[in-house]
């Protein structure tokens, strides 16, 4: 079992930065590839970005290009989302995810979610 706990949400302002992070216990990520999902009200989860166990294989939605970074230190247990040049749109709940296969909606492992809020 993996057990994961996001941190970091809260009210900004458009064109400001936030860094989400996503703490893990029961496993060392090491073994897991993960990621980052939001989702907004009235709108199914999507995918932002995602990472390889090693974290040298990183993949980002086309919305997030550019913005948003994600990284991880496998010897903290943890995963951060950088997000830089927020925009109003960027305003859902964020959940991190991770998995021993590719990450997808399907994904075996998730967090509670933490409250990303953008003001224009």
């Known amino acids: 079992q993996v057990q994961l706990v996001e941190s970091g949400g809260g009210l900004v302002q458009a064109g400001g930065s936030l860094r989400l992070s996503c703490a893990a216990s029961g496993r060392t990520l090491s073994r897991y590839n993960m990621g980052w999902f939001r989702q907004a009200p009235g709108k199914e989860r999507e995918l932002v970005a995602a990472s390889n166990w090693g974290g040298l294989s990183t993949y980002y939605a086309d919305f997030v290009k550019g913005r948003f970074t994600i990284s991880r230190d496998n010897a903290k247990n943890t995963m951060y989302l950088q997000m830089n040049s927020l925009k109003p749109e960027d305003t859902a709940i964020y959940y991190c995810?991770?998995?021993?296969?590719?990450?997808?909606?399907?994904?075996?492992?998730w967090g509670q979610g933490t409250q990303v809020t953008v003001s224009s």
């Open positions: 995810a991770a998995d021993r296969s590719r990450i997808t909606l399907a994904t075996q492992y």
